[in-house]
């Protein structure tokens, strides 16, 4: 950020020192400029800049200022369609123009554009040169990123035509939930709360066919008054509830939880919710009794918080008006002559406005006095001395660290909650110990997906599932190396530094990004009807583990619209799908036997599947075989996210973590588990997978526990929840 001349007397010089000791200036241009980025996700074009003054507060103002001063450009984009982005790369619809602030889309001096329909800057328009930002000084790399090329490159990535995006109005509430657990309650309370003259978004009613359903839920966090969360067993434990909350969190929407848990506050959302003012669903968090008549209570006790919600939030709104506006008297007050004539001569209307580009630079730069960037080091109590190392090491560079040993303690999960949104980034030692620990995973739960994680591993570690899938499986930091302190300031300066984090952030936007698209890809190339995924062991140890995958294959190709769908692995996949292969082709029906593979891995695999010595993998003798990801654990997250249904069968590690990427893609798992293994709850399996779906009738799911019951009544009673689960996502897609 420029620095005014009016506020240098305010700023210290040490915000001023880049690396190497230099301080960076450049001739001053007579207004702000803000650069324009055309994105697609993955490639950016400089498309030019506009100059800004101090009254552009929303983005509608934006929008005003780039059709004002770049005509042409300006039709060009909107004949295709395009809309700002905010700083977290979300989209802002037309109807949120107005109520969002101009400086949610700036960073690092440049606002974010996204096309509708366009990948890159449509050959119309025309970029010249009095577009480029000009000046008589030395341009550097992170200027240069910002000047348009004479002739930019098409970009890599085919063009993909979709629908437009749905555009919200904002509403009262938003009800957030998981929909095979709580659907039928959620539409109940919607009922009640538009009797009460409430406008309420559901998902199933508002996401229509074609639509981007991640954009519409986004935006309808953004647009809602109140974000109502339905916290059930699962809530919070599927990826969107998860983020879903975090992001009414992040936007400091108000929230009142609905609880149909006997504990609070969950185990996932301990940390957000220490402190949060629940209502219950019924009397004993029974959800079975008279659902219609609680909808109705409840959404009357919604209806007295909103009204309390929104007298207070115009109350405050009325004292920070006149707060502000005593400050700004006080400001012109005591501001000198000279500083008077520099402002008046500057074309700005001055640095004290609200919400004004300047004001952002001041709060942004002007650090109260001792300060220094944050780290928070999450740990576990027997990594102390190992701490005190870290901590001596980074507040040698400079940073202020403090460690977190909040446990249980709700004053001090306040505090943590505090200091990590305060933070620059956030470092998890982890060990065995906090491994096993809930409150550590607390921890983890709470910080994914709001700041730059960086873990640390200081011993041997079996890495549960939920850690694994929070926090990734290649990025860990190993103490035991002699480079660690190098490495550990490196990831750090990475997530604090602004030049740094740019490079770190957009490479994992492309790994998001690519997921994304092969999920989109895959879930294509699928056959239509029931997928159930077969997940287990490369190796059958169980005495009747053989004869059940056997049975349940032949039961489940009886099915005609199911399709089995494997990892292409020895053991429990195999079984399965040859016996459903074997049973079709004595049927003379379809095959209906899917492989999903990946295309190679660096490690050697050849004792769980058909490896060749290069890496690459073979296809599968029967079924069909389809090749997507890089290696065998990204293959593991892929497959997931496009199925719905996931039986288990022993399994070790590896079906563990898969079990956790499906209840973290909301996705249901059946665990068959007189098979132990995974199945029977070792590996630090989800314990959620072991709780009876709605409307599984409770004799189906005890059989798959019952150590007597002969393969072919546990075969059976394995097809029977998935024609009932199956109907309930159809039902809800309804």
């Given at each position: 950020w420029e620095i005014n001349p009016a506020l240098e007397h305010t700023v210290r010089i040490k915000y001023l020192l880049w690396e190497g000791d230099v301080?960076?200036?450049?001739?001053?241009?007579?207004?702000?400029?803000?650069?324009i980025v055309l994105s697609n996700g993955k490639d950016e074009h400089p498309i030019g800049f506009i100059h800004v003054t101090s009254d552009v507060c929303k983005v509608t103002n934006l929008r005003q200022q780039l059709?004002?001063?770049h005509p042409a450009l300006y039709e060009s984009l909107s004949k295709h369609g395009f809309h700002f982005l905010d700083n977290n790369g979300w989209p802002i619809s037309s109807s949120q123009e107005a109520l969002v602030s101009s400086l949610r889309t700036v960073t690092n001096n440049v606002i974010k554009l996204q096309g509708t329909h366009i990948l890159r800057p449509p050959q119309s328009i025309v970029i010249s040169k009095d577009l480029a930002p000009v000046s008589d000084e030395p341009v550097s790399n992170e200027q240069s990123k910002f000047r348009p090329s004479i002739s930019p490159q098409p970009s890599p990535l085919p063009h993909r035509h979709s629908l437009p995006r749905q555009t919200l109005k904002p509403f009262d509430i938003m009800i957030s939930y998981v929909?095979?657990?709580?659907?039928?309650?959620?539409?109940?309370?919607?009922?009640e709360l538009g009797r009460l003259g409430f406008s309420v978004f559901i998902d199933v009613r508002y996401i229509k066919p074609g639509t981007d359903w991640q954009d519409v839920l986004n935006e309808a966090v953004y647009n809602c008054a109140l974000f109502v969360p339905l916290v059930s067993t699962l809530y919070g434990l599927t990826e969107w509830t998860n983020k879903e909350v975090k992001l009414a969190d992040t936007?400091?929407?108000?929230?009142?939880?609905?609880?149909?848990?006997?504990?609070w506050p969950p185990m996932c959302l301990a940390i957000q919710f220490a402190t949060t003012q629940y209502i219950r669903w019924g009397k004993n968090a029974s959800i079975e009794v008279d659902p219609r008549t609680i909808a109705s209570k409840v959404a009357a006790e919604i209806s007295e918080r909103y009204k309390t919600m929104k007298e207070f939030k115009e109350q405050m709104e009325k004292e920070e008006e006149q707060k502000e506006k005593i400050e700004e008297k006080q400001t012109q007050e005591i501001t000198s002559e000279s500083t008077k004539q520099a402002v008046k001569a500057s074309p700005q209307k001055g640095w004290g406005l609200q919400k004004s580009l300047s004001e952002m630079i001041r709060k942004t730069i002007m650090k109260p006095k001792g300060t220094s960037l944050l780290v928070v080091v999450s740990y576990h109590p027997a990594q102390m001395e190992f701490i005190e190392g870290i901590q001596t090491h980074l507040e040698g560079r400079g940073y202020e660290v403090w460690a977190s040993t909040a446990g249980t303690d709700p004053q001090k999960r306040q505090l943590f909650k505090t200091k990590v949104n305060e933070a620059g980034a956030i470092v998890f030692v982890l060990s065995q110990e906090f491994a096993s620990t809930q409150w550590c995973e607390q921890e983890v739960y709470y910080c994914e997906g709001r700041k730059r994680i960086i873990p640390v591993i200081v011993d041997s570690i079996d890495m549960p599932g939920w850690m694994s899938t929070l926090i990734g499986t290649e990025t860990f930091l190993d103490s035991r190396t002699s480079s660690f302190h190098d490495n550990l300031l490196e990831e750090v300066e990475c997530a604090t530094q602004p030049g740094k984090a740019e490079g770190r952030l957009r490479k994992l936007v492309e790994q998001k990004t690519q997921l994304h698209r092969m999920c989109t890809d895959l879930t294509k190339n699928l056959p239509s009807g029931r997928l159930v995924y077969i997940a287990g062991g490369t190796k059958i140890y169980s005495p009747k583990g053989k004869e059940i995958c056997s049975e349940l294959g032949k039961f489940l190709a009886r099915e005609k619209d199911v399709v089995i769908v494997t990892g292409g692995?020895?053991?429990?996949?195999?079984?399965?799908g040859f016996s459903f292969y074997n049973e079709r082709k004595r049927l003379g029906w379809d095959e209906g036997v899917i492989h999903i593979q990946a295309i190679?891995?660096?490690?050697?695999?050849?004792?769980?599947?058909?490896?060749?010595s290069d890496g690459t993998f073979q296809t599968l003798p029967y079924g069909k075989t389809l090749?997507?990801?890089?290696?065998?654990?990204?293959?593991e997250m892929l497959t997931p996210k496009v199925i719905d249904l996931c039986v288990l069968i022993e399994g070790g590690p590896g079906a563990a973590f898969e079990a956790h990427q499906f209840t973290w893609s909301g996705h249901t798992v059946i665990p068959i588990k007189v098979t132990g293994g995974a199945a029977g709850g070792k590996f630090s399996?989800?314990?959620?997978?072991?709780?009876?779906?709605?409307?599984?009738e409770e004799s189906d799911w005890l059989m798959l526990e019952n150590e007597q019951a002969s393969p072919s009544d546990i075969a059976v009673s394995v097809v029977n929840i998935i024609k009932v689960l199956n109907n309930t996502c159809t039902r809800m897609q309804t």
């Open positions: 301080i960076k200036v450049r001739f001053k241009d007579k207004l702000p400029r803000l650069g059709q004002q001063q929909h095979k657990e709580t659907s039928r309650f959620a539409s109940l309370l919607c009922d936007l400091e929407k108000n929230i009142v939880p609905i609880t149909f848990i006997s504990e692995f020895f053991g429990v996949g195999e079984e399965v190679r891995d660096e490690q050697d695999r050849t004792l769980q599947t058909r490896q060749n090749f997507y990801c890089s290696c065998i654990r990204q293959r399996v989800p314990a959620t997978i072991f709780i009876k779906p709605d409307l599984v």
